[in-house]
């Protein structure tokens, strides 16, 4: 209850201590619930890596600007839960790092910093989805801090509010402040965790999609060779939060010229989804539409068909004719069997398209005007 109590009054003074939060802050327990929603597009980590209560964080999906966050995990144990016990002076020397008793499931003792930081990183994500990317980023500066001064320099509540920062100066395009601060995620964890953990390759991922979005590829092409070798040595080839590094790793070689890698690349991907029974996912459709396109750009038509059937079949199956997602998936399919010479099919196809969109759509919209 001591610990409840400290928090509240926590609220109270950072209420005072910094106005923007009075009407975000609330009351609190020393725990931070994780909670998951999918990023938008391909540019996203699957929300547990690590399923573990002793897991010091797990990794949090905010929608809306495409923004990952590290927080506690929500199975922590607080002090007042589990009895430490009677301990030798050894024991409690062997125990203690950075000022955090460790209890004996690995989770850690609060303090006034460590509930700083929950407080600082729950109310900069409001924030930050509100698009009060000034108060969000104060915010996330003071949870760096706190974090440094409750777990420790190099625990790894530190590359979380680092990563937080990070991903909040990339949506902004503020790319110069956030390459260090994803940099640094890295290194904590790697000295804290180990070369190979599987957090580590999460936020080498990141750093790949940050290089990436600034076509920086050489860069994107480490980072996410290195995420895709952790990811396989951790959770194995047919995983797949394994198969979406191979995909983005596959658009990078793609846009490097190296067709014949990325190709295979990303049909491992889809074939992955598809064996994990994930091949109708709006992830897979996308993933068969990109690889569509390129065998279309590289003037492959019939390999394009194929997928395309491939894709309009599982639109058929899902969906049905009473989507526009179907309508726009056999477009696609018709206008490459024109462009092979297959007219009366792509005639077919156009017709049960255009007869289909006047019963979606009608009779004085645009497309009919």
Request: a neutral charge; hydrophobic letters at 40%.
């Given at each position: 209850?001591s610990i409840r109590?400290?928090v ?8 005072t ?6 009407s975000?802050?609330r009351?609190t327990t020393?725990?931070?619930?994780t ?13 547990t ?11 949090i999906?905010l ?8 927080g ?6 607080l ?7 009677l301990?030798s002076?050894?024991e409690i020397?062997?125990e203690?790092?950075?000022g955090?008793?460790k209890?004996?499931?690995?989770s ?6 460590t509930?700083k930081w929950?407080?600082f990183t ?7 989805m509100?698009?009060?990317?000034e108060?969000?980023?104060?915010l996330?500066?003071a949870?760096?801090?706190e ?15 680092c990563?937080?920062?990070?991903e ?8 110069d402040?956030a390459e260090?601060?994803y940099l640094e995620?890295v290194k904590v ?9 599987i ?8 750093l790949?999609?940050?290089y990436l979005v600034?076509?920086?590829l050489d860069?994107?092409c480490?980072s996410?060779e290195?995420?895709?070798k ?5 959770l194995?080839?047919g995983?797949t939060d394994?198969a979406d590094?191979?995909?983005h ?7 490097l010229g190296?067709?014949k890698?990325s190709e295979?690349?990303i049909?491992?991907s889809i074939r992955i989804?598809e064996?994990n029974?994930q091949g109708e996912?709006?992830?897979c459709?996308?993933?068969l539409r990109?690889l569509?396109q390129?065998?279309?750009k590289s003037s492959?038509?019939?390999?394009a068909m194929?997928?395309?059937r491939k ?10 004719w ?5 309508v ?5 399919l018709a ?10 099919e792509?005639q077919e196809l ?6 289909a969109?006047k019963?979606?759509l009608?009779k004085?919209h645009i497309q009919?005007v």
């Amino acid at each position: 209850m001591s610990i409840r109590r400290g928090v509240g009054g926590l609220a109270k003074r950072l209420e005072t201590c910094y106005p923007f939060l009075n009407s975000y802050l609330r009351p609190t327990t020393a725990v931070t619930t994780t909670t998951t929603t999918h990023l938008p597009g391909e540019h996203s980590i699957s929300p547990t890596y690590f399923d573990d209560s002793r897991s010091a964080f797990s990794w949090i999906f905010l929608a809306a600007p495409s923004v990952l966050f590290l927080g506690v995990n929500s199975t922590t144990v607080l002090a007042e839960d589990v009895s430490v016990g009677l301990k030798s002076e050894d024991e409690i020397s062997s125990e203690t790092i950075s000022g955090l008793r460790k209890i004996e499931d690995g989770s850690v003792v609060s303090n006034i910093h460590t509930s700083k930081w929950r407080v600082f990183t729950d109310t900069g994500r409001d924030r930050f989805m509100q698009g009060k990317m000034e108060d969000a980023e104060r915010l996330f500066q003071a949870a760096i801090q706190e974090a440094k001064e409750g777990f420790g320099e190099r625990d790894p509540h530190v590359a979380s509010a680092c990563n937080n920062l990070a991903e909040l100066y990339r949506v902004q395009k503020v790319f110069d402040k956030a390459e260090p601060l994803y940099l640094e995620a890295v290194k904590v964890l790697e000295e804290s965790l180990g070369l190979e953990d599987i957090r580590v390759g999460a936020a080498l991922h990141n750093l790949g999609q940050f290089y990436l979005v600034q076509q920086k590829l050489d860069k994107a092409c480490v980072s996410y060779e290195r995420a895709l070798k952790i990811k396989r040595r951790v959770l194995g080839e047919g995983h797949t939060d394994y198969a979406d590094t191979m995909y983005h790793l596959g658009t990078v070689l793609h846009l490097l010229g190296k067709g014949k890698d990325s190709e295979a690349l990303i049909q491992d991907s889809i074939r992955i989804l598809e064996d994990n029974g994930q091949g109708e996912s709006v992830i897979c459709i996308r993933r068969l539409r990109y690889l569509a396109q390129i065998y279309i750009k590289s003037s492959r038509a019939e390999a394009a068909m194929n997928i395309q059937r491939k894709i309009l079949q599982k639109m058929e199956l899902t969906k049905g004719w009473n989507s526009l997602e179907t309508v726009i998936a056999a477009e696609g399919l018709a206008l490459t069997l024109q462009s092979v010479g297959s007219s009366r099919e792509a005639q077919e196809l156009f017709e049960r398209c255009l007869h289909a969109r006047k019963m979606l759509l009608s009779k004085d919209h645009i497309q009919f005007v």
